[in-house]
């Protein structure tokens, strides 16, 4: 098993293969902080990269042999095929590699609680939940996002070694290497099958991920996802259940209630049978569940419940999820990170009730494999929206697959009934929304690639478009 010590600086030198990545930059921060040696490489330059740098980390654009200056550690993200020519000299060197994974797994070890969220969908708005209502109580946390919370001005925050919170995802079966004190499931679905073999594969993964836990842990899982009961018999330590309207569970939100704009209001059933009121900054019926996986995480770990409240009421989500970028002839344009079929289509459910008038949805299919694999979900998760534009496929790490194009699921919306729309391109898109876009509207791009770019366009474009 690998180790490191975060205290002992053994190793002090790390290089980062991929460092630009919302993970792997939240760890190279965080080493920065605690007085390491960073370098990293990556294809292109970003904001997240431009910050690195200004804290200290040597940064080198592209991927070379080169760039390999006798570190201590090489960590690698899960993008990094053996092909490329850091990993090679770095082993030729027989310098330590490790992936993101396993290196998380080893950090984790170093604080006292550390509060892992998993799931197939909703890690990054639970973790977000968590992380606010610790970095407004009396705690000083450390923090590793996988998107960007205006509180903490980023996605990193470097408090003390008694709490850690971060995402715990299953991509690659990274969830295997990580061992925390309290571990969140907030569901289990079909996704990363360019990965995993099927959905018993995903849930082999999350049996092992629960045994390698010790007797001292706490699972706090939720009851009313199907695929989590099949979990149940690998929980080693003490299981803490939620659910919505499930009396089975520990912790209960019933009389579950919505403003005129969406926001939700529950009443929770403890563990301990008092009922509590809660209020939500953030929409959808959904986000009860991401809140009530924050609410047991902080409230066990004993954080109170008025510091809880407060900061679910304040809470407005993370950037990139279901924000609001600006208006164009009064409709709303709307950018968020959905790209697995359920996640859209909670969403749009969720902003159709809302809506005043139409609902826009413009979707970047996000890698060849997933659209291709999980093709039929994706045709019936846009039945909320009153329109679909979809763009060309953001390959990601992907090569070219042309057996399948966005073209294939435009034809296959259209013959369902669907009112959808091929735009390959970004400007392509942006033009047809200055067409269509009417007072009341909500339009929405949505996918992991870059949708919040073509957003951005439609607002900041406009007057300089039209002139």
């Known amino acids: 098993m690998f180790e490191f010590n975060l205290d002992e600086h053994n190793i002090s030198y790390v290089h980062f293969i991929g460092i630009g990545g919302i993970s792997m930059s939240g760890i190279a921060s965080l080493l920065l902080n605690k007085g390491y040696r960073v370098s990293g490489s990556d294809r292109s330059l970003s904001d997240i990269?431009?910050?690195?740098?200004?804290?200290?980390?040597?940064?080198?654009?592209?991927?070379?042999?080169?760039?390999?200056?006798?570190?201590?550690?090489?960590?690698?993200t899960d993008a990094i095929l053996d092909d490329n020519e850091e990993l090679i000299a770095a082993r030729k060197l027989?310098?330590?590699?490790?992936?993101?994974?396993?290196?998380?797994?080893?950090?984790?070890?170093?604080?006292?609680?550390?509060?892992?969220?998993?799931?197939?969908?909703?890690?990054?708005?639970?973790?977000?939940?968590?992380?606010?209502?610790?970095?407004?109580?009396?705690?000083?946390?450390?923090?590793?996002?996988?998107?960007?919370?205006?509180?903490?001005?980023?996605?990193?925050?470097?408090?003390?070694?008694?709490?850690?919170?971060?995402?715990?995802?299953?991509?690659?079966?990274?969830?295997?290497?990580?061992?925390?004190q309290t571990l969140i499931v907030l569901n289990i679905d079909e996704d990363h099958l360019d990965y995993y073999k099927d959905l018993n594969d995903i849930v082999e993964t999350f049996k092992t991920y629960l045994r390698n836990q010790d007797e001292n842990s706490k699972t706090i899982l939720n009851l009313n996802e199907e695929n989590n009961k099949l979990i149940l018999d690998s929980v080693q330590g003490e299981l803490?259940?939620?659910?919505?309207?499930?009396?089975e569970a520990?912790?209960?939100?019933?009389?579950?209630?919505?403003?005129e704009i969406g926001h939700p209001n529950f009443d929770l059933k403890m563990k301990n049978g008092m009922i509590e009121h809660f209020e939500l900054g953030v929409i959808g019926r959904h986000n009860i569940n991401n809140a009530m996986a924050a609410i047991i995480a902080t409230y066990e770990n004993g954080i109170d419940l008025e510091t809880i409240k407060e900061n679910l009421r304040s809470y407005t989500g993370l950037k990139r999820r279901m924000e609001i970028i600006g208006h164009?002839?009064?409709?709303?344009?709307?950018?968020?990170?959905?790209?697995?079929?359920?996640?859209?289509?909670?969403?749009?459910?969720?902003?159709?009730?809302?809506?005043?008038?139409?609902?826009?949805?413009?979707?970047q299919p996000h890698t060849y494999s997933r659209t291709k694999i999980l093709f039929d979900e994706f045709l019936n998760c846009f039945d909320a929206a009153d329109e679909v534009i979809i763009t060309d496929i953001y390959a990601a790490r992907e090569k070219l697959d042309p057996t399948i194009h966005s073209k294939d699921v435009v034809d296959a919306l259209v013959k369902k009934g669907i009112k959808a729309k091929y735009l390959g391109t970004?400007?392509?898109?942006?033009?047809?929304?200055?067409?269509?876009?009417?007072?009341?509207?909500?339009?929405?791009?949505?996918?992991?690639?870059?949708?919040?770019?073509?957003a951005h366009m439609i607002v900041d474009d406009q007057v300089k478009v039209s002139a």
């Open 94 to 180: 027989d310098i330590p590699v490790v992936t993101r994974g396993v290196f998380l797994g080893a950090l984790m070890r170093n604080y006292e609680n550390s509060i892992a969220v998993s799931g197939s969908h909703g890690k990054s708005t639970a973790t977000s939940m968590i992380s606010k209502i610790l970095l407004n109580s009396k705690e000083e946390a450390t923090i590793l996002l996988g998107g960007e919370l205006d509180e903490m001005d980023g996605n990193v925050h470097v408090g003390d070694q008694k709490y850690l919170v971060t995402e715990a995802c299953e991509y690659k079966g990274n969830i295997r290497y990580y061992f925390p």
């Open 426 to 454: 970004f400007e392509q898109a942006r033009d047809y929304v200055y067409e269509i876009a009417e007072p009341g509207d909500l339009i929405i791009t949505t996918g992991c690639g870059n949708p919040d770019v073509l």
């Open 49 to 76: 990269i431009k910050n690195l740098k200004e804290n200290g980390a040597e940064i080198f654009i592209g991927q070379s042999r080169d760039n390999i200056k006798n570190p201590d550690l090489v960590v690698y």
């Open 240 to 247: 803490i259940t939620y659910a919505q309207e499930n009396y």
């Open 250 to 259: 520990d912790y209960v939100a019933h009389n579950i209630n919505f403003d």
């Open 328 to 363: 164009v002839n009064d409709a709303t344009i709307m950018t968020d990170y959905g790209h697995h079929p359920s996640e859209i289509d909670v969403t749009l459910k969720a902003l159709k009730e809302h809506t005043e008038g139409r609902l826009v949805c413009i979707w």
